[in-house]
């Protein structure tokens, strides 16, 4: 099947039409269209998830790592509506929808672009559903809190309206309505808890779209939706006790955090150094939660790295 180039023109207008129809009138008139040519394919409150992840797969541009969590989520989709023996009568519902929504922008040339990119995006579902297990495809969760330790850091703490099964480590998409479609990994900062809420740190990165939305523009109140858990290599070996040294910097200490409280909950005599690396003290942004954890357990050891902090202890200077 011939492809389209990333550089190539069609790609940029298959991208400008796209943009134009992300609403929730597109995703509704999506819905009718799938239900009329296959009726009780999809839930009607699922098709805005639906129709937004796949049109954004259909336009690509995502980096590795984000179109994989773009297909964890359409994966599991397709895996637990069952919908992999419709896959063609999807494609056209929602090629069809664009090509209504999208006008003038949709050219017989773009309508060509479009069949060959729903072409590749329908194969990669396949494999992703292949490779998913069962359960959900993502989770409605509610934002009941959101602190700002730092101009570019938030802490989200986030409320499932189900339960999330996740195990420490792991890394779940999560994806914001004021960016529909998009879907970006971020790794729950602490062990799973009687209530169910789960913790989310964000770091702004100067080309990232959703980290800005959910730490500069998110509030609490607001609808979040994360997606099935996927394991990263960070889990602890249920039959090992042996002793932990857990290094990270940034918001790449959420993860580890999450790991303590694990060792926590076990309390199976295993003894743990945290080592926390930043820029200055002040850049240690979880410094208060980790400093609760220390003076709650005798067996953890938490040590700032600080790189460029000259009123630092000796032992506290360095890189991580």
């Not at 009780?40 to 049109?55: I, N």
């Not at 336009?59 to 989520?73: I, K």
């Not at 790449?252 to 930043?278: F, N």
Request: with cysteine; net charge neutral.
């Amino acid at each position: 099947m011939p492809t389209v180039n990333d550089d190539h023109p069609a790609r940029v207008g298959l991208a400008a039409a796209w943009e134009s129809v992300v609403d929730v009138r597109a995703a509704g008139d999506f819905w009718c269209t799938l239900e009329d040519r296959r009726p009780g394919l999809l839930p009607h409150r699922d098709a805005p998830l639906f129709f937004t992840a796949l049109g954004r797969l259909l336009v690509g541009g995502d980096d590795p790592a984000n179109r994989a969590a773009l297909l964890r989520v359409l994966g599991h989709a397709y895996r637990h509506f069952d919908l992999l023996p419709h896959t063609t009568t999807i494609g056209d519902a929602l090629l069809a929808t664009v090509a209504r929504h999208a006008r003038p922008l949709w050219t017989p040339h773009l309508a060509i672009a479009a069949e060959r990119a729903l072409y590749r995006a329908t194969h990669a579902i396949r494999r992703a559903a292949v490779r998913a297990g069962d359960g959900r495809a993502w989770w409605h969760v509610e934002v009941i809190g959101h602190d700002r330790p730092s101009p570019d850091i938030a802490i989200l703490t986030v409320r499932p309206w189900r339960r999330l099964p996740f195990q420490p480590g792991q890394a779940v998409p999560v994806c914001t309505p004021r960016l529909p479609g998009h879907w970006r990994w971020l790794s729950p900062a602490n062990a799973p808890r009687a209530d169910g809420t789960v913790e989310l740190h964000v770091r702004a990165v100067p080309a990232g779209a959703v980290s800005h939305r959910l730490v500069h523009e998110v509030r609490p109140g607001e609808p979040l939706w994360l997606g099935p858990p996927v394991d990263t290599g960070l889990r602890l070996e249920p039959s090992s006790t042996n002793d932990l040294l857990l290094v990270a910097g940034g918001t790449g200490v959420a993860p580890l955090r999450a790991l303590v409280e694990q060792v926590a909950a076990a309390r199976d005599g295993r003894r743990v150094t945290l080592i926390v690396g930043a820029h200055t003290f002040t850049d240690l942004y979880d410094a208060i939660a980790l400093d609760k954890l220390q003076c709650a357990h005798d067996w953890l050891t938490i040590v700032p790295a600080l790189s460029d902090d000259p009123c630092a202890e000796p032992a506290e200077q360095g890189d991580a």
